[in-house]
Antibody
Framework: EVQLVESGGGLVQPGGSLRLSCVGS????????MSWVRQAPGKGLESVAN????????NYVDSVKGRFTISRDNAKSSLYLQMNNLRAEDTAVYYC?????????WGQGTLVTVSS | EIVLTQSPATLSLSPGERATLSCRAS??????LTWYQQTPGQAPRLLIY???NRATGIPARFSGSGSGTDFTLTISSLEPEDFAVYYC?????????FGQGTKLEIK
């Protein structure tokens, strides 16, 4: 069964940085748009960023533009999210997702908590 | 940004009953509308894509309809495992926004 496994979450102070990673188990990782979706505690889902199959196109939700960077390494079947200048409102479970707008596979999620 | 509004916020029904969930878009998304189910502590699960196509392994009691701005997810006869939160999402324009969710609870 295809798996996406996230890592890198944790507790960070406001203004700090974290890098999330996601490793996929399938050889066709490079055939899919990938995205990060987050869910604040007790809240709904929000698309944060997406990246084209070859990494040539990236999109960000306005609230993270200039602070977050999405990237991928298809040779390693890996997706990344570099998060800088973190704010309290970035606190959420971050899901790695295969697809964008139509997510066919989700990771288990990694919790990011921004607090002093 | 396209806003998706789901109604009702909470739906209380009994097993065996029919559930009808609505998702309305602030502008046309054509048929680029997806439905997910989420149970507590779990990642969402893809149910319906492109408004009316069931994802692999999804039971036939789940169906989707609509186009443009008005969409419906119907569960024909509720099973105990169907009580969860349901989200719609559009992929017509970035950002690929979600609705706020409908909680389907046992009456």
């Amino acid at each position: 069964e295809v798996q996406l496994v996230e890592s890198g979450g944790g507790l960070v102070q406001p203004g700090g940085s974290l890098r999330l990673s996601c490793v996929g188990s399938e050889v066709t990782f490079s055939s899919y748009w990938m995205s990060w979706v987050r869910q604040a505690p007790g809240k709904g889902l929000e698309s944060v960023a997406n990246i084209k199959e070859d990494g040539s196109e990236k999109n960000y939700v306005d609230s993270v533009k200039g602070r977050f960077t999405i990237s991928r390494d298809n040779a390693k079947s890996s997706l990344y999210l570099q998060m800088n200048n973190l704010r309290a409102e970035d606190t959420a479970v971050y899901y790695c997702a295969r697809g964008s707008g139509m997510v066919t596979k989700w990771g288990q999620g990694t919790l990011v908590t921004v607090s002093s | 940004e396209i806003v998706l509004t789901q109604s009702p916020a909470t739906l209380s029904l009994s097993p065996g009953e029919r559930a009808t969930l609505s998702c309305r878009a602030s502008q046309s998304v054509s048929s680029y509308l997806t439905w997910y189910q989420q149970t507590p502590g779990q990642a969402p699960r893809l149910l319906i894509y492109d408004a009316s196509n069931r994802a692999t392994g999804i039971p036939a009691r789940f169906s989707g309809s609509g186009s443009g701005t008005d969409f419906t997810l119907t569960i024909s006869s509720l099973e105990p495992e169907d009580f969860a939160v349901y989200y719609c999402q559009q992929r017509s324009n970035w950002p690929h926004t979600f609705g706020q969710g409908t909680k389907l609870e046992i009456k």
